[in-house]
């Protein structure tokens, strides 16, 4: 029998379908929203409707924004030569921290693992190879996470890439093989920026 009446018991069943979120912990955060002023617990929630009904992809490289182009397609200050691939928005996120890099991005929304039924066409892929055809890129740098699938991912969008006159280079491995960028630390995103190899 639930210990918890309606209304906590189904938010706590929603707080732990969030990643990382135990029951524990989605019974400390539900009882810390019924504590905390009324205002501040109203405000989570319109912040969660906006981004449900305001947030969606950039049509050019599919970051999150709330209109059709994000602030980096937007901005006339960035290279427009080079272009980094990464798999998702919070990796795109993680790279402008360190701000090690000032071209451009392409989010892939993913990466290739046939184990788990991600296929290449599940991706931004062809959308990548329109843009490089299209447009004026001496360098593409592969910045996808450094596991099996990220790999894989890279080396697949590096043969399609490979009739292109680009120079494709990836993030040099100061970010350890295993780990996710979007937990490295500043200084080591910007060494492996710094330190790119060609790929």
């Known amino acids: 029998m639930d210990k918890h009446a309606g209304a906590v018991s189904e938010l706590v069943d929603q707080l732990g379908r969030l990643p990382g979120i135990g029951r524990k912990s989605a019974e400390r955060l539900a009882f810390h929203l019924l504590r905390i002023p009324e205002g501040e617990a109203l405000a989570l929630a319109e912040a969660i409707r906006r981004i449900r009904n305001d947030v969606r992809y950039c049509s050019v490289c599919f970051n999150l924004c709330e209109g059709d182009l994000c602030s980096i397609c937007r901005s006339d200050n960035r290279d427009s030569t080079r272009l980094c691939i990464v798999e998702q928005p919070r990796d795109l996120m993680s790279l402008e921290q360190s701000q090690a890099f000032q071209g451009l991005y392409h989010v892939l929304l993913g990466r290739i693992a046939p184990l788990e039924g991600i296929g290449p066409d599940q991706l931004t892929i062809d959308a990548l190879v329109d843009r490089v055809r299209e447009g004026n890129f ?55 920026i710094t330190g790119r190899q060609k790929l």
């Open 138 to 192: 001496s360098e593409v740098i592969m910045a996808t996470n450094p596991t099996v699938e990220g790999d894989g991912t890279s080396l697949y969008i590096s043969n399609l890439l490979s009739e292109f006159p680009i120079q494709i280079t990836r993030l040099a491995r100061g970010i350890t093989a295993g780990s996710i960028l979007e937990y490295a630390n500043r200084e080591m995103i910007a060494d492996a």
